[in-house]
C-alpha cells in the first residue's frame, strides 16, 4: 500500500536552514509525484510543494517560493525538502505525502510527519 | 487559489447518529472532459496524519467502512457518517486537487 518515514526535522534557527528528508517504500516511488503539506500546532493543512516522478517539474506556494526547494533521488526512493531563510511561521508538522496515481494533485498515502521548530 | 469552506466548524453526535458535514468550493472542481469530481475527504485523529477516505467526491478508499460516503458535485459536497462509532471522532477535511496548489477546507471537528 505504500509507506513513507520523514526525518530532519527539529530545531532551526530564524534566517537558517533544514532539510528534510522521506523514505519511500512497499510502492514503485520513481512512478508518482511527491507532496510535502504542512500542519502548524492546532491549525489545518497547508500545501507546501510538489515535484513530478522524475523530477524534473516542481510547484511552490507562495509562502515558501525562493527559499524552500523539493528534489527527489529514485534511485534512493527518497524525497527531500530543502528549507533556507526559515521563518517562526514555517514552524509546523511537515508530511510527506504521495499523489493519486490518477491525479498528480490528490493524495492518497501520508507518512508520520516531522517536527519543525523555529526560534531563537 | 480555490477556496474550501466546510460547515460547521464543529458538531456533537450521538453514538449510532448520522453525521453529516458540508464543504463548498469557491469554484467547480468538476472536470467535463472525464465527469469528475477531484474533491477528496481525509480524518485525521489527534497525533496522527491524516488519512484518505473519499476520493472523486464519492469513492471510498480500500478498508474505509461503508458507513463513511461521499456526495456531491461541482462546488457543493458532503461527507456523512451514516451511525457515527467512538472511533470516529476526529477532525475532518475537504480537499480539492483540481487545480495547483491544491487546497484543503478548515477542518471541521466530530465528538460525540
Known amino acids: 500500500e505504500g509507506q513513507l518515514v520523514e526525518s530532519g526535522g527539529g530545531l532551526g534557527q530564524p534566517g537558517g536552514s533544514l532539510r528534510l528528508s522521506c523514505a519511500a517504500s512497499?510502492?514503485?516511488?520513481?512512478?508518482?509525484?511527491m507532496h510535502w503539506v504542512r500542519q502548524a500546532p492546532g491549525k489545518g493543512l497547508v500545501w507546501v510543494s510538489r515535484?513530478?516522478?522524475?523530477?524534473?517539474?516542481?510547484n511552490y506556494a507562495d509562502s515558501v517560493k525562493g527559499r524552500f526547494t523539493i528534489s527527489r533521488d529514485n534511485a534512493k526512493n527518497t524525497l527531500y525538502l530543502q528549507m533556507n531563510s526559515l521563518r517562526a511561521e514555517d514552524t509546523a508538522v511537515y508530511y510527506c505525502?504521495?499523489?493519486?496515481?490518477?491525479?498528480?494533485?490528490?493524495?492518497?498515502?501520508w507518512g508520520q510527519g516531522t517536527t519543525v521548530t523555529v526560534s531563537s | 487559489d480555490i477556496v474550501m469552506t466546510q460547515s460547521p466548524d464543529s458538531l456533537a453526535v450521538s453514538l449510532g447518529e448520522r453525521a453529516t458535514i458540508n464543504c463548498k468550493s469557491s469554484?467547480?472542481?468538476?472536470?467535463?472532459?472525464?465527469?469528475?469530481?477531484?474533491l477528496g475527504w481525509f480524518q485525521q485523529k489527534p497525533g496522527q496524519p491524516p488519512k484518505l477516505l473519499i476520493y472523486?467526491?464519492?469513492t471510498r478508499e480500500s478498508g474505509v467502512p461503508d458507513r463513511f460516503s461521499g456526495s456531491g458535485s461541482g462546488t457543493d459536497f458532503t461527507l456523512t457518517i451514516s451511525s457515527l462509532q467512538a472511533e470516529d471522532v476526529a477532525i475532518y477535511y475537504c480537499?480539492?486537487?483540481?487545480?495547483?496548489?491544491?487546497?484543503f477546507g478548515q477542518g471541521t471537528e466530530v465528538e460525540i
Open positions: 472523486w467526491a464519492s
Open positions: 505525502v504521495r499523489a493519486q496515481y490518477s491525479s498528480s494533485n490528490g493524495m492518497d498515502v
Open positions: 515535484i513530478n516522478s522524475d523530477g524534473t517539474s516542481t
Open positions: 512497499r510502492f514503485t516511488f520513481s512512478t508518482y509525484w
Open positions: 480537499h480539492q486537487y483540481y487545480t495547483t496548489p491544491p487546497t
Open positions: 469554484q467547480s472542481v468538476l472536470f467535463s472532459s472525464n465527469n469528475k469530481n477531484y
